[in-house]
């Protein structure tokens, strides 16, 4: 820990930057794509920035898994997210602390948890091939590429720890049910406003993902304005986070429409199947509980994605640190995902290598750079380091 002490102190309740003696800047050292050659699940784009000059590299490279991106983006789409949500870019703010920084595009858009997995690790091969020399890799993501750094640390000796921030950790099936819930339950609540388009919660038309943002995004809000009791309602039987301010509701629920609408069709192609299943689920808190658990949309898995399902999934089982950061109310990834994860660690006897940041704020992954800073602190931490 010797080395990064002059970055932080550390206080009994909190790790907090402080002024560094030296001012260590970031470069963009490669860029460009790999694939099978280097181990890669197929030809992706890859980054790779250090920090100058040279002698502020402590040695430790720091891989970072980015989240979902919709099929059919453009191919450097995903680079908007190496930018925290208060426009600190990550790969700066990680070279300005010494660390290397890489990241992969992934072979694959969509629901690419499998090949982020394979295609964050193959960036190994790709540092290795230009000479770079490493010390320490740390397994780094956020949203999906929380759920690929925690499964990279679970299932790879070649990280010394890991920094997932919220991801979907605790139980893909329910994440997937969750998203698929709010849809039927839009659906009921709101009838005709999406299901115009034609299709279903589980077979989403081209219409309705081709005129989003300029129909049926604003129907929804329109929808939502127009009648506040069901609005409430939805996000009452839905679980939705809004946080302390109703005005988020908005904001909120069409979030989650937007991985309906744009993350369905994937997953079902990708997976062989619909995974989404509310066969059987009691759905509850709204003002006619019988009549909506009679008329809501009901939907079975299909083909193979039962089976596939549990490839998505973590373990728990930990061999080396990994810190979690979560914000409270986090309308995509709930935090509940955060706590399904700590039983499965505890289950696993591995709790001593698990600590979690909970963020009191509102927002999918709304954590800012001194939040990030503090959990990557913690990690080094728990590394030894």
Known sequence: ????????????????????????????????????????????????????????????????????????????????????????????????????????????????????????????????????????????????????????????????????????????????????????????????????????????????????????????????????LNTAQLINTGNIAIGLNFANAADSITGALWYNVFATNDAASTLGGNPFDNIGRIYSGSLDDVRLNASVARFAATGTAPIEIPNYDTTGLLAVPVVTLHTLADPIVPYWQETLYAAKVLTEHSSAELSRIPVASYGHCNVSAADAEAALALLLLKAGL
Request: charged letters at 10%; a negative charge; proline letters at 7%.
């Open 1 to 228: 820990m010797r080395r990064f002490l002059h970055k932080f102190l550390i206080w009994p309740a909190a790790l907090l930057p402080v002024v560094c003696t030296a001012t260590c800047s970031s470069s963009l050292y490669s860029s460009g794509s790999y694939g099978t050659a280097q181990g890669a699940s197929g030809e992706a784009q890859y980054v790779v920035y250090m920090p100058q000059p040279a002698s502020c590299y402590n040695g430790d490279i720091i891989l970072y898994a980015h989240g979902y991106v919709a099929p059919g983006s453009p191919a450097d789409a995903w680079m908007s997210q190496l930018t925290l949500p208060d426009g600190t870019s990550l790969p700066a703010l990680v070279n300005s602390l010494g660390f290397g920084f890489a990241a992969s595009g992934y072979s694959k858009e969509g629901l690419a948890i499998l090949q982020g997995i394979q295609d964050t690790a193959a960036l190994a091969n790709v540092i290795q091939g230009l000479s770079i020399p490493v010390v320490h890799y740390f397994s780094t993501g956020a949203s999906e590429g929380g759920l690929v750094a925690t499964k990279l640390v679970e299932e790879s000796p070649l990280y010394h720890g890991g920094l997932a921030v919220c991801g979907p950790l605790g139980d893909f099936q329910k994440q997937i049910d969750y998203m698929g819930d709010i849809r039927v339950l839009f659906d009921y609540f709101f009838p005709g406003v999406l299901t115009s388009a034609g299709g279903s919660a589980v077979d989403i038309p081209e219409a309705l993902i081709d005129n989003w943002s300029t129909i049926y995004e604003p129907a929804v809000v329109s929808a939502l304005s127009a009648s506040p």
